[in-house]
């Protein structure tokens, strides 16, 4: 049975696990805001998909307060301060897991902190489902269980919990197994008891310290402790009907905005044609070349990012070396990276867009045998390099793939829209967004309708253009001809990401949308 819009009034949460949303909505019905449903949402997927995220991740939040304000949190950890080259000396790249990739400081609880601050609601009470999730067990997912059967070999062998936790019989977790994570249901009860800034001091943060010393990673307490999540001013580009808001860097989210800003300025014909998927591809690579040299830590940075969005000449530049009936070849390797997007809007006009991840699936594979955390490998994207982009140093914030979207119309609408997949969020935000707002296509339609990725998500690594079953015949073989590397993947597939999108109309209606690749529901009120 085909999905369809899902329409509410008094509250709304779109997320890419059923269980997560329904927690969200919950804390909407009990009183609460938009931001405290995503925290209630984070937490829940944690527990019900540890596969994809966790509270030993990273998270990036856009907030569209109901007075218009948009501003952005990042609950984004740095480097270890024993995480130099010398701790990979003889390595040619930072392993992706074990103990040495786990060498970043986890922000999402950080972030989280921030997000509350003037909340209402006590934190029992939104970490309340994902507790109980977490003590009493949840069914594992079709798409966990094929992951954890795929990763097993590589993360069973990792020190720590990670067997016990995911293969409890001695395999790997199977689709319908009840899984119980009572470590996890423990520390997130310690959360709730002692505060969320206990994760980085404290008996909490000294038992995580402790974990993570006797594994072998290189984060000690000293580096929890001098964590804090920071509130950069997201950067925006306006396009025709509506300005568009995207984290700043360390993220991804210039990539984004400058894929769309870049479209906005070609005649692409009809949706699904030849002109729409084409003309988006080619304005994510100049996106990407952009993105590959100058998009990481504004600590090591100088590239004025919002600058560019903000010179029209050059972006009119950038679309004119876009070759509409040629694809320019593309041998750039892809960037790595599974996550999950969420969103809430409350009664009150608040719009929320956020995302987090603990990169790989499963991080490191580094589940701390106190705590139940699983840990990050978000710093194995890291070079060995003394210098030039992404370097490895310590305090340094990893280049990140996620990156939370939210749109403004000039009509008064206001969309939050987002999906997990590395490559693929930058491209499946463009092709969701423009189906909706320059095509007019039904929201729901526009995430169901088939999708296509240069480069990769999950999956083998490689730099084709994958398209989905559905589009039109005559637009396969055009974009062959065009010369693109088309590579046809069959039906709807997770490897095109886990999207979703909520709209907030002038009048306080509410449209939600959720993507049939996921396990996940638009809870409405």
Same mark, same amino acid.
């Given at each position: 049975m085909a999905l369809s819009t899902l329409s509410g009034r008094h509250g709304m949460v779109t997320a890419p696990h059923h269980l997560a949303s329904a927690a969200g909505l919950s804390v909407l019905r009990d009183g609460g805001n938009a931001v405290e449903a995503c925290v209630a949402v984070a937490a829940t997927l944690a527990v019900v998909y540890p596969h994809m995220t966790g509270i030993g991740g990273d998270g990036f939040w856009l907030i569209r307060e109901p007075d218009g304000r948009v501003h952005g949190i990042h609950g984004c950890g740095g480097a270890a301060a024993k995480a130099d080259l010398s701790l990979y000396a003889g390595l040619e790249a930072v392993p992706t897991r074990g103990p040495l990739a786990a060498n970043t400081v986890a922000g999402t609880v950080s972030g989280w902190a921030a997000a509350l601050e003037g909340g209402t609601l006590? /934190?029992?009470? #939104? #970490? !309340? $489902?994902?507790? %109980?999730?977490?003590?009493?067990? &949840?069914?594992?997912? *079709?798409?966990?269980?094929?992951?954890?059967?795929?990763?097993?070999?590589? #993360? +069973?062998?990792?020190?720590? *919990?990670?067997?016990?936790?995911?293969?409890?019989?001695?395999?790997? &977790? +199977?689709?319908? $197994? #009840?899984?119980?994570?009572?470590?996890?249901? $423990?520390?997130?009860? @310690? /959360?709730?008891?002692?505060?969320?800034?206990s994760f980085y001091s404290g008996a909490l943060a000294a038992d995580i310290a402790a974990d993570l010393a006797a594994l072998g990673s290189p984060v000690s307490a000293a580096d929890l402790a001098a964590h804090q999540a920071t509130r950069p001013d997201p950067l925006h580009v306006g396009i025709d009907g509506a300005t568009l808001y995207n984290s700043a860097p360390p993220t991804q989210g210039f990539a984004s905005l400058l894929i769309l800003a870049l479209f906005d300025r070609l005649r692409a014909g009809s949706a699904d044609g030849f002109d729409h998927v084409h003309g988006l591809v080619e304005a994510t690579k100049q996106a990407f070349l952009? !993105?590959?040299?100058?998009?990481? $830590?504004?600590?090591?940075?100088?590239?004025?990012?919002?600058?560019?969005? %903000?010179?029209?000449?050059? /972006?009119?530049?950038?679309?004119?070396?876009? %070759?509409?009936? @040629? *694809?320019?070849?593309?041998?750039?390797?892809?960037?790595?990276?599974?996550?999950?997007?969420?969103a809430a809007a409350d009664g009150d006009g608040r719009v929320v867009s956020c995302i987090q991840s603990t990169y790989f699936e499963f991080g490191s594979g580094l589940v701390l045998p106190r705590t139940g955390i699983t840990w990050q490998n978000r710093g194995s994207s890291f070079r060995l390099a003394e210098s030039g982009w992404n370097a490895l140093k310590p305090g340094r914030k990893p280049f990140h793939t996620l990156n939370p979207a939210l749109a403004c119309f000039d009509d008064g609408r206001v969309m939050a829209y987002g999906t997990m997949g590395g490559e693929g969020q930058p491209q499946t935000q463009a092709a969701l967004f423009t189906r909706y707002a320059r095509y007019g296509m039904d929201l729901q339609e526009a995430i169901s309708a088939p999708r296509w990725l240069l480069g990769r998500t999950w999956g083998e690594q490689s730099t084709t253009l994958k398209l989905e079953d559905g589009f039109d015949h005559s637009v396969y073989a055009e974009l062959a001809a065009a010369g693109h590397d088309v590579e046809r993947v069959g039906p709807l597939t997770p490897t095109m990401g886990h999207a979703g999108a909520i709209v907030r109309h002038s009048d306080g209606r509410l449209d939600g949308a959720t993507d049939p690749r996921s396990d996940g529901a638009v809870a409405a009120w």
């Open positions: 006590p /934190l029992a009470r #939104l #970490l !309340r $489902d994902a507790i %109980d999730h977490a003590r009493a067990g &949840v069914a594992v997912t *079709a798409g966990g269980a094929a992951i954890a059967a795929t990763k097993g070999e590589e #993360l +069973r062998g990792q020190p720590g *919990a990670y067997a016990t936790t995911f293969e409890p019989e001695g395999r790997p &977790v +199977r689709a319908s $197994d #009840l899984l119980r994570q009572p470590l996890l249901a $423990d520390t997130l009860e @310690r /959360l709730a008891d002692e505060g969320l800034a952009i !993105r590959d040299t100058h998009v990481g $830590d504004p600590v090591f940075h100088d590239y004025d990012w919002q600058g560019l969005l %903000d010179d029209p000449a050059a /972006l009119d530049a950038l679309a004119a070396k876009i %070759d509409p009936a @040629r *694809a320019l070849p593309w041998p750039q390797p892809p960037q790595w990276g599974d996550t999950c997007w969420f």
